[in-house]
């Protein structure tokens, strides 16, 4: 069983929007912050945003702060990110992420292009 998936990537013009999911399993979800990582080709892993495990605060990074939302869903043990006003800069692949348990999903691309 993987422990993290995403899913809802894709292709989308400039200034569209996208939902990314991601479903986690075999380990109590509700006790770990998780966060989204993002990889753009040729660069190197950027974080970009965390979402701590109760009290459900947020931190955002600066490029993608008041355009994405995070948010969780400890009954369903899923993790969301919604990306508005989506640039070509975001293009890359995105992975939802437990830093404490090292756990990483498989990644879903998003490509934003015209």
């Known amino acids: 069983e993987v422990p993290l998936v995403e899913s809802g990537g894709g292709l989308v013009q400039p200034g569209g929007s996208l939902r990314l999911s991601c479903a986690a399993s075999?380990?109590?979800?509700?006790?770990?912050?998780m966060s989204w990582v993002r990889q753009a080709p040729g660069k190197g892993l950027e974080w970009v945003s965390g979402?701590?495990?109760?009290?459900?605060?947020?931190t955002y990074a600066d490029s993608v702060r008041s355009r994405f939302t995070i948010s969780r869903d400890n009954a369903r043990n899923t993790l969301d990110l919604r990306l508005n006003s989506l640039k070509p800069e975001d293009t890359a692949v995105y992975y939802c992420s437990s830093r404490l348990l090292g756990l990483w999903g498989q990644g879903t691309q998003v490509t934003v292009s015209s």
């Open positions: 075999g380990f109590t979800f509700s006790n770990y912050a």
């Open positions: 979402i701590h495990s109760f009290s459900g605060s947020t």
